[in-house]
């Protein structure tokens, strides 16, 4: 065939194509655009009106010529409407109890035993009030040492069960503080114990010693139910158990243990204040909002100064300063060397001012050690004052005296170098425990008429909040 000839054919073909593709298309003109089940009205609206959608019933067909490729200009843009919601965990919560939430990290447990607290805590929405308005002034420093550890920040609600975040709770165990340390683990965790302080009750150095603590529990233990058991219970009685249940072959988990009632509950207990936490209204509970910021802000001293005088300089009263300061066993504040002091973070500042602009003595009270026959009347009167003052000063009871040999606070009168000598704490004596109360699954009581708490077994002496003597 000639080349001109065949020329002509190609060209007649092709139209002819062109022609039938252009028909059918005609009879496939689109319907409605269709919006797809995961767009929401917005994301349809922004989808170009260049590209509309085919109709889902409408038959794939195939055109004997490939239509050319749209425009740039008209390609639809991706939709980001098709992206899932996520939470934004890099935005500041403003609730503190929300940045706790955020933090789980126990396994959770379900058992009759939870139950059995939740009831308990639910029963008692007072109780509930009065630790939280107490934590609310621990909780923001408590919870950042926990993250900075990377611990779960259940460990932040551990508190509540030891002590109900009260800072002067005492056991019979001769426990103190929000943690609950007896002396010698306090000792064994660097808190310093005397006459004029107790480091167990002091907030933050408590608190850096039980997460300290807590820490090398896990570590040996592997799990943070049996590390918290330990805490509980003691680090050689949970060692013991676990090597009787490898002996039988028995599974080494914190359910398969044998251990006392109160060891029994101590998970549970926690997993019912996690509960109720992480949705108050479930158990009727109005949880009120602790602010996500510093309560307070630490100023070192090193000069001795009275409790009621340093109150007045942070513009605080006396029992609101107390509770930032419960380690400050005494109505003076011995420096010893230096001393942190907790004060409001927005009165830290004329706290400081006032501290560098007193001219006058900071300390009106020294030590006094009773001679063999002398009683409170006679010291009394010697230093210008009353039995009864010496009595509320030195928190010595009506009911009871004093004996030779004792240390008092008295008068210091115009010594520009009050007596102040490092004393030692007094001397403790553990007594045992009661197997009878134990059995019967008592209380445990504590010194501090809002820390009840549900405890199903009363400890033992040597054992208290995980801090056994050893």
């Known amino acids: 065939m000639q080349p001109l000839a065949r020329a002509l054919l190609l060209a007649a073909g092709f139209f002819v194509t062109l022609h039938l593709s252009s028909s059918r298309a005609a009879e496939l003109e689109p319907a409605e655009p269709v919006t797809l089940p995961h767009m929401n009205r917005d994301s349809a609206a922004e989808t170009p009106a260049a590209a509309p959608a085919i109709d889902a019933a409408t038959p794939d067909v195939q055109s004997p010529i490939a239509a050319p490729p749209p425009p740039a200009a008209a390609a639809p843009a991706a939709p980001t409407a098709f992206a899932p919601t996520l939470m934004d965990l890099t935005l500041r919560p403003s609730s503190l109890w929300q940045r706790i939430r955020n933090g789980f990290g126990l396994p959770d447990m ?121 805490y509980n219970w003691g680090e050689g009685a949970v060692s013991r158990a676990v090597a009787k249940n490898v002996a039988k072959g028995l599974p080494t988990d914190y359910r398969s243990l044998t251990m006392p009632a109160e060891t029994r509950y101590y998970m549970p207990k926690l997993q019912a204040v996690k509960n109720i936490i992480a949705n108050p209204a479930q158990f009727g509970i109005d949880l009120a909002e602790v602010p996500n910021q510093p309560y307070f802000v630490e100023v070192p001293t090193t000069k001795h100064i009275d409790v009621k005088l340093a109150a007045k300089m942070a513009g605080m009263e006396v029992e609101e300063f107390q509770s930032l300061n419960p380690g400050n066993s005494r109505a003076v504040i011995r420096a010893d060397g230096e001393r942190v002091l907790l004060v409001p973070a927005d009165k830290a500042d004329s706290f400081r001012s006032n501290m560098a602009n007193h001219d006058e003595p900071l300390v009106s009270w020294q030590a006094y050690k009773l001679k063999p026959g002398e009683t409170l009347d006679r010291i ?91």
């Open 380 to 470: 009394a009167t010697r230093y210008g004052t009353s039995a009864a003052q010496l009595r509320a000063v030195n928190g010595i009871s009506p009911k009871h005296g004093v004996t030779s040999g004792s240390t008092l606070l008295v008068p210091a009168g115009a010594t520009s170098k009050p007596y102040l000598p490092d004393l030692p704490a007094p001397t403790i004596t553990v007594a045992k425990g009661s197997k009878k109360a134990a059995k019967q699954g008592g209380r445990k009581k504590v010194a501090a008429k809002t820390t009840r708490r549900p405890v199903p077994a009363k400890k033992s002496a040597a054992v208290k909040g995980g801090k056994k003597a050893r």
């Open 110 to 230: 379900s058992s009759p035993l939870v139950r059995e607290q939740e009831d308990w805590y639910a029963r008692r929405p007072d109780y509930i009030s009065r630790t939280v308005a107490r934590s609310s002034r621990y909780l923001y420093y408590i919870v950042q040492q926990i993250e900075k550890r990377n611990m779960p920040s259940e460990i932040a609600l551990l508190p509540i069960i030891e002590s109900a975040y009260n800072p002067v709770a005492y056991s019979r165990a001769h426990a103190s503080g929000i943690w609950q340390f007896i002396p010698s683990t306090g000792k064994m965790y660097g808190l310093q114990q005397n006459f004029w302080y107790d480091g167990r009750r002091d907030v933050t150095a408590a608190t850096n010693a039980a997460l300290d603590y807590l820490e090398k529990l896990y570590e040996m233990f592997g799990t943070w139910d049996l590390a918290l058991a330990a």
